[in-house]
């Protein structure tokens, strides 16, 4: 079992920047790749971020590459996502998750076996 908690979203004005945390307790962190999505109101979750086990692999969206950048700690078991240059189409909830099989940065969120609770990120014009 692993349990995540994220952390850092909030309000920001377009162009600004935040920066999410995942912090990850439970089973050996460095056993699972993990991802960061987001859910709009009325969209489908999708996949914003994603990185295997040791940081070597990386997935972004179309829409954020150049703008966020996934890190991840694994000495101390979180999970970062920067980001940077923000629109107002990134307001939504961003949720982190985590998968075994870790050698995969996926984007499917059906792979992802363990979900934190969601930090809301509102991005104002």
């Known amino acids: 079992q692993v349990q995540l908690v994220e952390s850092g979203g909030g309000l920001v004005q377009a162009g600004g920047s935040l920066r999410l945390s995942c912090a990850a307790s439970?089973?050996?962190?460095?056993?699972?790749?993990m991802g960061w999505f987001r859910q709009a109101p009325g969209k489908d979750r999708e996949c914003v971020a994603a990185i295997n086990w040791i940081g070597t692999i990386t997935y972004y969206v179309d829409s954020v590459k150049g703008r966020f950048t996934i890190s991840r700690d694994n000495a101390k078991n979180t999970v970062h996502l920067q980001m940077n240059s923000l629109k107002p189409n990134d307001t939504a909830v961003y949720y982190c998750?985590?998968?075994?099989?870790?050698?995969?940065?996926?984007?499917?969120?059906?792979?992802?076996?363990?979900w934190g609770q969601g930090t809301q990120v509102t991005v104002s014009s």
């Open positions: 439970g089973r050996t962190f460095g056993n699972y790749a």
């Open positions: 998750a985590a998968r075994s099989g870790s050698g995969v940065a996926s984007s499917v969120p059906s792979t992802y076996g363990y």
